[in-house]
């Protein structure tokens, strides 16, 4: 029997999670919410291959979409967001390529308030190699594919059970060791407090089976914690305390206790700060399957340089989020900093502290023009290599709305890597126009 390529896999296991979507939607699919943007964009790099010696400009012209649809019905719910890009190198540095991306949930109440079955997919670029520059040679496409049922059990009119059991595969493009089967099952035993709080006891259990035995170790995973929410209108909370073990089969066992807290207070209507933090197992799939792809993104060639690490391998995370939002009539400002310590199980090569700062800023100049910028900075330091490296990219553009369906933009970009390697420095400059439809 012919072998089945990495990509081959992983195109069939989107297909088919998009074909399974659209099945089960297509009873209620005039009451979808549907909302997308068309758009071309023109971009030119002083720098396509970040290389510190031997620069490339590249031109590129990338048509695309982005679209986010939503549903809530009686039986059905769903939420998704994607984008998608056709990148033609016009310099034929790189093969041209479509790029995507798609974070999607679906809910299906089988008996209402007794039996739902839930959907999500998850689909992200991410790097190959994480110590090599992001650049389009240096991409693969991540999917994870988690479906389950979830039993809900009323004990009494403030304490009820729940039971889930999820199956997900996890694929990628070009890291084989990455592929995998995991099954998780979890009960937890829920307590209304009152009418804002809410107590859990919650048990979770994990199998992850990778496809590649020689390269990766399956193990399991069992978590024990207990779960306080307080929801007011402008204050939520949520906050994790327990312990988890970790089995190597056939190798070593490891057990770490288990915190979570996240905190979102809404000062006003404009105004919010969040506040999150971490100390747990976790992998390169959970890790994805958490992320959220961001709208706001312009159109561009970049990936991520803060990206996961892809890998078979689960480590210890200790992580701490901040985040101020305030978006008025003529001012929107977004300042996000982070800082995680990941220390890996099996092989310490990649253990590593990842730290930075994001600030956006949005200016209305008048109904129908906003200027926008922002600047990050991430310092990213390899503990058994001594590498460190510190990116830095600054971005500045303007956004002219022409009619309530069509708009366009225009931006300068420059991102910069500093790193302790030689060789491993560049700096980067791209100047992108684009016109969009936005139904």
């Given at each position: 029997?012919?072998?089945?390529?990495?990509?081959?896999?992983?195109?069939?296991?989107?297909?088919?999670?998009?074909?399974?979507?659209?099945?089960?939607l297509a009873p209620v699919a005039k009451a979808v919410e549907l909302d997308y943007e068309i758009s071309t964009g023109v971009i030119h790099n002083s720098n396509i291959i970040l290389s510190e010696t031997e620069e490339i400009s590249e031109t590129t012209i990338a048509p695309g979409v982005d679209f986010t649809l939503s549903h809530e019905g009686r039986n059905v719910?769903?939420?998704?967001?994607?984008?998608?890009?056709?990148?033609?190198?016009?310099?034929?540095?790189?093969?041209?390529?479509?790029?995507?991306?798609?974070?999607?949930?679906?809910?299906?109440?089988?008996?209402?308030?007794?039996?739902?079955?839930?959907?999500?997919?998850?689909?992200?670029?991410?790097?190959?190699?994480?110590?090599?520059?992001?650049?389009?040679?240096?991409?693969?496409?991540?999917?994870?594919?988690?479906?389950?049922?979830?039993?809900?059990?009323?004990?009494?009119?403030?304490?009820?059970?729940?039971?889930?059991?999820?199956?997900?595969?996890?694929?990628?493009?070009?890291?084989?060791?990455?592929?995998?089967?995991?099954?998780?099952?979890?009960?937890?035993?829920?307590?209304?407090?009152?009418?804002?709080?809410?107590?859990?006891?919650?048990?979770?259990?994990?199998?992850?089976?990778?496809?590649?035995?020689?390269?990766?170790?399956?193990?399991?995973?069992?978590?024990?914690?207990?779960?306080?929410?307080?929801?007011?209108?402008?204050?939520?909370?949520?906050?994790?305390?327990?312990?988890?073990?970790?089995?190597?089969?056939?190798?070593?066992?490891?057990?770490?206790?288990?915190?979570?807290?996240?905190?979102?207070?809404?000062?006003?209507?404009?105004?919010?700060?969040?506040?999150?933090?971490?100390?747990?197992?976790?992998?390169?799939?959970?890790?994805?399957?958490?992320?959220?792809?961001?709208?706001?993104?312009?159109?561009?060639?970049?990936?991520?340089?803060?990206?996961?690490?892809?890998?078979?391998?689960?480590?210890?995370?200790?992580?701490?989020?901040?985040?101020?939002?305030?978006?008025?009539?003529?001012?929107?400002?977004?300042?996000?900093?982070?800082?995680?310590?990941?220390?890996?199980?099996?092989?310490?090569?990649?253990?590593?502290?990842?730290?930075?700062?994001?600030?956006?800023?949005?200016?209305?100049?008048?109904?129908?023009?906003?200027?926008?910028?922002?600047?990050?900075?991430?310092?990213?330091?390899?503990?058994?290599?001594?590498?460190?490296?510190?990116?830095?990219?600054?971005?500045?553009?303007?956004?002219?709305?022409?009619?309530?369906?069509?708009?366009?933009?225009?931006?300068?970009?420059?991102?910069?890597?500093?790193?302790?390697?030689?060789?491993?420095?560049?700096?980067?400059?791209?100047?992108?126009?684009?016109?969009?439809?936005?139904?």
């Open positions: 029997m012919k072998p089945v390529q990495p990509g081959a896999r992983l195109q069939h296991t989107t297909l088919c999670t998009a074909l399974a979507l659209g099945l089960s719910d769903l939420a998704g967001r994607g984008s998608a890009r056709y990148l033609y190198y016009t310099g034929d540095t790189f093969d041209n390529e479509v790029r995507g991306e798609f974070s999607g949930h679906m809910r299906w109440r089988m008996l209402p308030e007794r039996l739902d079955f839930v959907v999500e997919d998850y689909l992200s670029q991410q790097p190959v190699d994480i110590l090599s520059p992001v650049t389009p040679s240096n991409t693969q496409r991540i999917n994870i594919l988690i479906g389950g049922p979830s039993l809900y059990l009323n004990f009494s009119d403030r304490t009820r059970g729940q039971f889930d059991v999820r199956y997900s595969r996890s694929e990628a493009e070009e890291t084989a060791e990455f592929d995998a089967d995991r099954l998780n099952a979890a009960f937890r035993l829920l307590h209304e407090l009152g009418p804002t709080s809410l107590a859990s006891v919650n048990v979770e259990s994990n199998r992850i089976e990778f496809d590649n035995a020689g390269a990766s170790d399956d193990y399991d995973r069992l978590d024990g914690y207990v779960n306080f929410q307080r929801h007011l209108r402008q204050l939520d909370l949520s906050a994790d305390l327990g312990y988890s073990s970790l089995d190597v089969v056939d190798g070593d066992s490891y057990s770490s206790p288990l915190a979570r807290l996240s905190l979102a207070w809404r000062f006003s209507s404009e105004t919010s700060l969040e506040v999150s933090g971490s100390y747990q197992f976790s992998d390169a799939a959970q890790s994805l399957a958490a992320t959220a792809i961001d709208p706001d993104m312009p159109i561009g060639t970049d990936i991520d340089v803060s990206g996961v690490i892809v890998s078979s391998d689960p480590y210890e995370q200790r992580r701490f989020d901040l985040r101020y939002g305030h978006a008025g009539v003529r001012h929107g400002f977004d300042a996000t900093a982070w800082h995680e310590r990941s220390e890996y199980i099996e092989a310490n090569d990649f253990d590593n502290d990842n730290s930075g700062v994001y600030l956006g800023y949005t200016y209305r100049i008048n109904p129908l023009l906003d200027l926008v910028a922002s600047v990050d900075h991430q310092r990213r330091d390899f503990d058994v290599t001594s590498r460190l490296d510190k990116d830095t990219n600054y971005s500045v553009g303007l956004v002219k709305r022409f009619t309530r369906h069509w708009s366009a933009r225009a931006d300068l970009r420059r991102r910069s890597r500093d790193s302790s390697v030689q060789g491993f420095s560049y700096d980067d400059n791209a100047v992108s126009l684009s016109l969009v439809y936005r139904r």
